[in-house]
RNA sequence: GCACCCGUAGCUCAGUGGAUAGAGCAGCCGCCUUCUAAGCGGUCGGUCCCAGGUUCGAAUCCUGGCGGGUGCACCA
């Protein structure tokens, strides 16, 4: 029965249907039926009983529609077609949605979720952004779905472009500009560093190289974390936190490199030829797991002797997945939540109380599309290591670069645009609009900022991960159409109602005294059906790591409201008002829209993206 | 050359093997004496890249093409 309320889709048997035909772990598809037709829920079951049958799909259905038992909470089940539609009774349906929670039970599981991991040298640009929102909300939506999340972002502090830009201040000599972001500041002198070695390269090239010794050994690291500093402070403007900074200087003093090679060295799949192209090198055969590869040795250990980058993200990750231990861990900052922000550190403590780092059961990357390659290694490596894990212990959420103007961003063609500078314009172009919409309402800094950042986010967030995004003003900060304003246009819709109802009537679930739900109807279950389609689309997003998932549901669930909204009867009256409504409709009305208020503010929170009372 | 991703309306995109493939933008026509018109309704617009195959049923799964993007791994 719960199939049908909750159009979950396939379900074990034991619904009615089955029993009545002695086909007992009978699946049957429940799917929405469409606007057009009879009913509410439809069921193709027949089809797949013809066969055994020998009898025409209509006919079963035909059958079954009289054979079973009307399960409680459903007005009619009669055959459509093929089709075995029910139509359920709009009260008992309505409550039980009104009624339902949003956010899914504890699963006692923990996922550790990378991303950001920008380069410290320079101010983050809107390629980063893509990357920064994909990897919020999917922290957002698995802990809605139940998971344990933690947000690492991985501080790459002894690479080559962190020591361009700390080497280009040295190189340049100049006072720090008044009023100037340190990042953006930086960013530049790195742009101009690039170019001067056109005519003094000999002499950067030393340069950078002992700037970069100096960073593995740990010198320069209040350098480093200067800049990370003006960094995180895009990241908050976004209403993005995190849990723990990973220093790859801390990594690599943890021994994870070493400690993961012996690991690694353990497993028959790694081995030294002695010839062949790879002999004297450390290798590693992923056949067994990679199937198709022209190549099937990767190289772990070069005949060089030096490691190969994806060893250490190797070891790095069985750290992640809590095989290797050793890092020591200081509070960084506190956050706008009030939540603290970690970091590891080398004079840290290895113990934090009422905290366990890592130990994910599976850890989730947001990456770009490119690191495809490296990133099944380090999966692999994971997998062979692990034995014969049912889970994937590493999933990487490949997401595509996003251009500019059609252009491929690059910092040193000057094509490239900062997170801040698109911040500021979202903003600003937002308020004129709420000022021009609303302009007496109190608040609206407050809304300009939820409504630009909202809008600059559920652009990036509305596609799937894998799909280019060209990045266009008009189109990523537009406040119309399939947009975050969208939604929240809806959110404040139904929010003004219930401000008004909280005068009269508390709304509180299906207890919302004095509604009379017998007085329901069809255009309530349309509006409802989206409403119970949450939690499915919930567990889908968080279970295929897609955000957009939620996005393209927000969506539908406010297109729904606002078709519900303006609804006009046969008469060409609005229909569907709650306030002037007669009495024990209304407050049944009440509570079906403080459920579609709440849901909508859930889905959007699960997007990292606010829902203003009013806009 | 090999591998991965993409190809759906003029443009940007949704579409867990099921009912007549849907939105937004752009175009055209309507709707504020009604709880927010950032909205709603209507209209125009489709060889779902092509060809085979599997299936009662394919935009969806399989094979082979074509077009575009990305990667090619003793680089980080």
């Known amino acids: 029965m719960r199939a049908f309320l909750t159009d979950r889709g396939a379900t074990e048997g034991g619904a009615a249907p089955g029993a009545a035909i002695d086909v007992g772990a009978l699946d049957i ?74 956010a899914a039970p504890p699963r006692r599981r923990k996922i550790v979720i990378e991303h950001t991991s920008v380069n410290p040298n320079k101010e983050a640009h809107v390629g980063h952004l893509r990357n920064i929102v ?82 593995e050994r740990g010198d320069l690291r209040g350098e480093v974390e200067r800049i990370l500093r003006a960094q995180l402070v895009t990241y908050g403007a976004l ?4 849990d723990l900074l990973v220093w790859e200087s801390d990594v690599v003093a943890a021994g994870f490199l070493r400690r993961g090679l012996e690991v690694l060295e353990a497993l028959p799949t790694v081995f030294r030829p002695t010839q062949g192209k790879f002999a004297g090198a450390l290798v590693m055969d992923v056949s067994a797991f990679m199937p198709g590869l022209e190549e099937p040795l990767v190289v772990l250990v070069r005949s060089d002797g030096n490691a190969m980058y994806v060893t250490k993200d190797i070891g790095y990750h069985l750290w992640k997945v809590g095989r290797l231990e050793g890092l020591r861990y200081a509070p960084f900052a506190v956050q706008a ?9 080398p004079d840290g403590e290895s113990e934090v109380a009422g905290r366990t780092f890592a130990h994910g059961d599976q850890a989730v990357n947001v990456i770009d599309a490119r690191q495809v390659h490296p990133q099944t290694i380090v999966r692999t490596a994971l997998q062979m290591t692990a034995g014969d ?50 302009p007496e309402l109190a608040t609206i800094a407050d809304v300009a900022r939820a409504v630009g950042l909202g809008a600059l986010r559920f652009g990036m967030l509305k596609s799937e991960a894998r799909r280019v995004i060209d990045f266009r003003w008009e189109q990523a900060l537009s406040l119309a159409g399939d947009s975050a304003p969208y939604v929240q246009y809806a959110h404040a819709r139904a929010s003004s109602i219930l401000r008004a109802a909280a005068e009269t009537v508390v709304p509180e679930g299906s207890r919302t005294a004095g509604a009379d739900w017998s007085l329901l109807g069809p255009l309530e279950v349309r509006l409802a059906r989206e409403v119970a389609r ?14 957009h998932v939620v996005a393209q549901y927000a969506l539908d669930l406010a297109t729904a409201w606002n078709g519900y909204y303006n609804h006009r009867g046969p008469n060409g009256k609005p229909d569907t008002s709650v306030m002037r409504a007669e009495s024990g409709l209304r407050e049944a009305r009440i509570a079906l829209v403080g459920k579609v208020r709440a849901t909508l503010a859930f889905a959007l929170d699960s997007l990292g993206i606010e829902a203003p009372e009013q806009m």
């Open 134 to 215: 994909l990897g919020d909300a999917l922290a957002r939506i698995e802990r809605a779905a139940g998971y344990e999340v933690e947000v690492q972002n991985y501080i790459d502090d002894t690479g080559r472009q962190a020591a361009e830009s700390i080497f280009a201040r040295r190189y340049f000599d100049e006072s720090e500009p008044e009023g100037r972001k340190y990042d953006h500041w930086l960013g530049e002198l790195y742009v101009r560093l690039g170019q001067a070695k056109e005519t003094d390269g000999e002499a950067i090239e030393a340069g950078v190289t002992e700037v970069m010794h100096a960073l």
């Open 389 to 438: 894990a049912d889970i994937e212990p590493l999933h990487h959420l490949a997401y595509e670069v996003v251009t500019l103007e059609g252009q491929a961003m690059s910092g040193r063609k000057g094509v490239t645009l900062a997170i801040d500078t698109v911040i500021e314009e979202a903003i600003r172009r937002a308020r004129a609009v709420v000022e021009e919409k609303n």
């Open 337 to 345: 939540s009030g939540a603290t922000l970690w970091t590891s550190a």
């Open 534 to 547: 949450w939690p499915s689309v919930l567990d889908a997003a968080a279970e295929a790591d897609a955000p």
């Open 29 to 102: 598809p429940v799917q929405s039926v469409p606007d057009d037709k009879p009913g509410d829920y439809g069921s193709p079951v027949a089809f797949g009983l013809a066969r055994a049958l020998r009898m025409n799909p209509a006919q079963i259905a035909a059958a079954l529609a009289t054979l079973v038992e009307l399960p409680e909470g459903v007005k009619r089940i009669e055959a459509v077609g093929p089709y075995l539609n029910v139509e359920l009774d709009p009260g008992s349906f309505v409550r039980s949605v009104v009624d339902a929670p949003l």
């Open 239 to 242: 209403g993005v936190e995190y």
